[in-house]
């Protein structure tokens, strides 16, 4: 995708949001001051277990993107974790940014991000640069209106998102304190645009 910088200003405002919202879950790689934020998400707060590897690059009136992997004390993560992580920062973000863009993973990737992306200008063309890159694996577009509103508010991520969070439901209640999350009704339509890429 093309390549936008992220802010050390916009971040910082966003980490110290953050961390006054689930500052308690989450352990932040040097200074909020930093032109991107890293650091390690553990779900249910117990620091004690290995938790997720995070980042989030954000650049006010142009993009937000963040992304759960495994971290060195969490291989091979259950992606229902994951999901349970994204899930708790896309309330956050949703709060202020609506509804993202897209989802996507990307290939040689060690860590098995799950990625979600917002943009805020021009998504049509942000879209396109998703579909031309030759890294990204698999994704998801998300529809501008969200076509199962009682399914994002149940399941707290995006409906498009409904059958991957499915296919993982138990790690995902597991991991997570999602609430209500029971049998979805089919899936056709939920969707714009969901691929995976030929290796």
């Known amino acids: 995708m093309q390549e936008v910088k992220s802010s050390p200003d916009d971040c910082y405002r966003l980490g110290c949001n953050l961390l006054e919202k689930i500052g308690q879950k989450v352990i932040i790689y040097g200074p909020l001051y930093q032109a991107g934020i890293e650091g390690r998400f553990f779900v249910d707060g117990d620091m004690n277990?290995?938790?997720l590897d995070f980042y989030i690059e954000y650049l006010n009136g142009s993009f937000l993107r963040?992304?759960?992997?495994d971290s060195d004390?969490?291989?091979?993560?259950k992606m229902g974790e994951k999901l349970?992580?994204?899930s708790t920062f896309y309330q956050i973000m949703s709060e202020d940014f609506g509804s993202p863009s897209f989802f996507y993973t990307t290939k040689d990737d060690d860590k098995h991000f799950i990625n979600m992306h917002w943009s805020f200008y021009?998504?049509?063309e942000s879209?396109?640069?998703?579909?031309?890159?030759?890294?990204i694996d698999s994704y998801i577009v998300f529809d501008k209106v969200?076509?199962?509103p009682n399914i994002t508010k149940r399941m707290k991520l995006p409906s498009g998102l409904v059958k991957l969070v499915d296919e993982n439901i138990e790690d995902y209640l597991k991991y997570g304190s999602n609430g209500e999350v029971s049998m979805f009704e089919?899936?056709?339509g939920y969707v714009k645009k969901i691929g995976k890429k030929s290796k």
């Not at 963040?66 to 992997?69: E, L, M, N, S, V």
């Open 49 to 51: 277990k290995g938790g």
């Open 66 to 69: 963040i992304g759960f992997g």
């Open 73 to 77: 004390y969490n291989k091979d993560a």
């Open 84 to 86: 349970a992580a994204l």
């Open 122 to 124: 021009n998504k049509e």
């Open 127 to 135: 879209i396109k640069d998703l579909l031309n890159d030759d890294n």
């Open 146 to 148: 969200d076509p199962k």
């Open 186 to 188: 089919d899936t056709h």
